[in-house]
Nanobody, 120 residues
């Protein structure tokens, strides 16, 4: 069973930065897409950014150039660098990956979530 382990959330003031990291376990044969979603209280989970194997990237409109997603394929890791954070960025951020393994084929996996809180 593939596991996604997240780190890097926390509390920061508006205008500050945080760096989220997500590592997939070693039994991932091929990682097709990795990305980050977020869910604020009372709202639906929404895409923040994703990166493919090419690599190509896709960002939500609300990112507005403030976040950068990158991946280290050798380490099965995806990084989300978040700058110029706003209070409305406060949410639980979830790592997501579509991964192929010999036993399960291609499946979607989610991390446990990490809290990001931006104070005004």
């Amino acid at each position: 069973q593939v596991q996604l382990v997240e780190s890097g959330g926390g509390l920061v003031r508006a205008g500050g930065s945080l760096r989220l990291s997500c590592a997939a376990s070693e039994n991932a044969v091929r990682i097709n897409i990795m990305g980050w979603y977020r869910q604020a209280p009372g709202k639906q989970r929404e895409l923040v950014a994703q990166i493919t194997t090419r690599p190509s990237t896709n960002y939500a409109d609300f990112v507005e150039g403030r976040f950068t997603i990158s991946r280290d394929s050798a380490k099965n890791t995806v990084i989300l660098q978040m700058n110029s954070l706003k209070p409305e960025d406060t949410a639980v951020y979830y790592c997501y990956a579509n991964i192929y393994t010999w036993s399960q084929g291609s499946k979607d996996y989610w991390g446990q979530g990490t809290q990001v809180t931006v104070s005004s």
